[in-house]
């Protein structure tokens, strides 16, 4: 327990670093770029473009509205959240390796790579959710008070993130096929989440599926914030106990590898 | 005090099992059910450096200067033993964190930071570092346009521009022309007026008496000699004559004793490992549980 503490005492200590650094980062992303960071909004635009075509006018034709959202609110409520988690996973998870000959060289807290490469994707969202904002504000969706709520999303995606990234960022280096099994397997998330449907109009097996993943939790927060007008926070109790179970759970392990892992990374390689 | 890096009873140990099914195991199981196939890479590694002093370390290729080098500039830790270090060492890695998109700047001030200076630190040295990299115009370009040389010489004038307490240069001078290479050697003696320790690590005896005080012979593994440079430097030169004047076979004949005799001597030293105490499995079977009756909890499937 005190290891996973420490690791965020990290995070904390280094925080100027890694948003100096991080700046850096999004500068030699864009170095090359007309647009720049623009893609930033353009990319998921583009996809949210895509799946309302196929989803929204090809799948569900004209059942139209999710409840009381028409479906391209729906639908950007679920792909905003699940742009940030889904590209948070695979950045900070190859973020280690992508700076390797950096951490075999000097001494520095790698763990702080990993917050690094979030710093960018909580930019984004953020970015994106104010579009959403904008939308759910004028046409009245969510009470003024449940937007905070987004402040506990990206709390609790940051946690979850951060764990999983800790366990595969190491894997990674010493498997490199788990780049691909990790993008692949987040694809499959991608439909099993509810994203572009409902888990209210789900089928009974779905629904309970949904409850043991993490990532549905997570995104029915971000809706419940933004756009749903009765809760603020998504979830019962069991909800809540088995997401911060899971997530702690999975920090633990990830710590472990971690700290194990980097006072020996040159032998490891 | 008075010491400004002291090494106690080092030891590094490297695992020689490379099968990719083995590190996974010995990662996930925390070095349960795992046996180690140990190389025995420095050995019972003791000597005290005072500030101000310069220290060569000398030695064959393959009797672990590079590991010595790498565990002093912390970024790997020895498998048993301490290291105290008085103040913040660097390992001059050149090219380390360099970002090709990004000017020379940028890097600057990227490279910088990771090192752990202030943005206001960054701004009074900028300048000194520009100087002394003799890049001038080139400065404003993205370094995937520089020359091998350059990149070089710029990654040199950001490493010792950091201001350490400890300085550790590994085959760092081969950089640049002879002018440089100089000039590098004129700041490293600025620094040692400062009061600041400089390991130099070379094979060239030539190089560490133009540039040390002291020097420590590393030989398989083990500190062969460790005091004034001229008459380490003078026997180590004169071990590297003889050594030559040997047959190929009789190199290889004697390599091969030394090392096994290292790794013996090795295994004699090492700790049998500590066994756990019981209170460290303590929180990850609290978690495992917790998360396991998350799961009963989440699916209704609680007995009461």
């Known amino acids: 327990m005190k290891k996973i503490l420490d690791i965020f005492k990290e995070q904390w200590q280094y925080r100027y670093l890694i948003w100096q650094l991080s700046i850096y980062q999004i500068k030699s992303q864009y170095a090359n770029h007309y647009l720049g960071v623009f893609w930033n909004i353009l990319q998921p635009a583009m996809q949210v473009l895509i799946y309302y075509v196929v989803f929204g006018l090809g799948l569900r034709g004209d059942r139209g509205d999710v409840g009381d959202l028409p479906f391209i609110v729906h639908l950007i409520s679920g792909i905003f959240p699940w742009l940030f988690i889904s590209q948070g996973i695979n950045s900070a998870s190859n973020a280690i390796q992508a700076q390797l000959n950096l951490v075999t060289k000097m001494k520095f807290p790698s763990s702080t790579l990993l917050s690094m490469s979030l710093v960018n994707g909580i930019i984004n969202v953020c970015l994106t959710t104010g579009i959403l904002f904008i939308i759910s504000i004028f046409n009245g969706y969510s009470e003024p008070l449940h937007y905070l709520g987004f402040i506990y999303f990206i709390f609790a995606s940051y946690m979850l993130i951060f764990g999983i990234a800790l366990i595969m960022s190491s894997l990674i280096i010493l498997v490199r096929d788990m780049k691909n099994v990790l993008q692949n397997v987040i694809r499959m998330f991608f439909f099993m989440t509810p994203i572009f449907w409902s888990l209210n109009e789900a089928n009974e097996i779905l629904q309970i599926l949904s409850s043991f993943n993490p990532f549905a939790y997570l995104v029915m927060n971000y809706r419940a914030a933004m756009v749903l007008d009765d809760i603020a926070i998504y979830g019962d109790i069991s909800d809540h106990l088995y997401f911060w179970a899971f997530t702690i759970f999975v920090l633990f392990v990830g710590v472990h590898i971690h700290y194990r892992f980097r006072n020996k990374l040159v032998d490891y390689l | ?304």
């Open chain 2, 1 to 304: 005090m008075g010491y400004k890096v002291k090494v106690e009873n080092v030891s590094k140990v490297y695992d020689l099992n490379h099968s990719r099914k083995d590190k996974l195991l010995s990662l996930f199981t925390m070095g349960h059910f795992y046996k180690e196939k140990p190389y025995y890479a420095l050995r019972d590694i003791n000597f005290e450096v005072q500030s101000g002093e310069s220290i060569g370390i000398i030695g064959l290729n393959g009797s672990g200067k590079s590991t010595l080098s790498d565990l002093l500039g912390e970024v790997t830790v020895p498998t048993t033993g301490k290291i105290k270090i008085n103040g913040r060492s660097s390992l001059i890695a050149i090219s380390a964190g360099l970002n090709m998109d990004l000017t020379g700047e940028e890097n600057i001030r990227m490279k910088c930071l990771m090192h752990g200076l202030s943005q206001q630190q960054i701004d009074e040295r900028y300048n000194d570092i520009v100087d002394f990299s003799e890049l001038g115009e080139f400065i404003k370009q993205p370094i995937k346009s520089y020359s091998s040389g350059m990149k070089s010489r710029l990654g040199f004038s950001i490493a010792i521009h950091t201001d350490p307490d400890v300085l550790i240069v590994d085959e760092a001078l081969s950089v640049g022309d002879e002018t440089f290479s100089d000039k590098c050697i004129v700041k490293m003696k600025e620094f040692q007026q400062q009061g600041k320790t400089i390991f130099f690590v070379s094979h060239s005896g030539k190089q560490v008496l133009k540039m040390c005080d002291k020097a420590l012979w590393i030989h398989y593994g083990e500190v062969r000699d460790y005091g004034e440079s001229k008459p380490i430097v003078k026997e180590y030169v004169n071990f590297i004559k003889k050594f030559n004047d040997m047959t190929k076979k009789e190199q290889l004949d004697y390599k091969g004793k030394m090392i096994s005799q290292q790794q013996r001597r090795g295994e004699e030293t090492m700790l049998r490992k500590k066994p756990r105490s019981l209170t460290a499995y303590i929180s990850p079977v609290v978690i495992t549980l917790l998360f396991l009756l998350s799961i009963l909890f989440q699916g209704n499937m609680m007995p009461f």
